[in-house]
């Protein structure tokens, strides 16, 4: 089943909030699915939607300095090794570039090895930054040049 990559609206933020643990699993992110994202930032925040519901999705902006920042990307439990986190990373390179983006961005906390992984196959260089969240608090950092 062929799942389109659009712009989110706020119903589909509704709706991976109902099923949040499908796309997180026993980690508890609803918090950081803010409404300002989807409704301030449109143009980057994205899902493959579905005749069967949200498949995956990224939330991010364009940073002021040029940086595309992805807060949150994620996809169902069902679509997972489907190549969709790819293509949604791509998408939104691609809608981050045309608002100006030289670079992405996204963060990860440290043993999330899967992201990790992920971001590298994506050709994203990876460093630890060790006070990113406050004294102690150590995040993933991945960087990637957009080609112009």
Not at 41 to 59: H, P
Request: aromatic share 8%; proline share 5%; charged share 25%.
């Amino acid at each position: 089943m062929p799942a389109d990559i659009v712009p989110a609206r706020i119903t589909d933020l509704h709706q991976v909030l109902r099923d949040h643990s499908r796309y997180w699993g026993e980690r508890d992110l609803r918090a950081l699915h803010q409404p300002f994202l989807v409704h301030e930032f449109s143009a980057t925040c994205l899902v493959a939607r579905a005749a069967d519901g949200i498949r995956g999705y990224v939330l991010g902006c364009v940073t002021p300095d040029g940086t595309g920042y992805v807060h949150l990307a994620a996809t169902r439990d069902d679509a997972r090794g489907t190549g969709l986190g790819r293509r949604l990373y791509e998408a939104f390179a691609r809608a981050a570039r045309g608002q100006g983006a030289v670079r992405l961005k996204a963060i990860t906390s440290v043993g999330n090895e899967g992201s990790v992984a992920f971001h590298r196959s994506l050709g994203f260089a990876v460093r630890v930054e060790e006070d990113d969240n406050g004294p102690g608090r150590p995040r993933v950092v991945f960087t990637r040049d957009l080609e112009p």
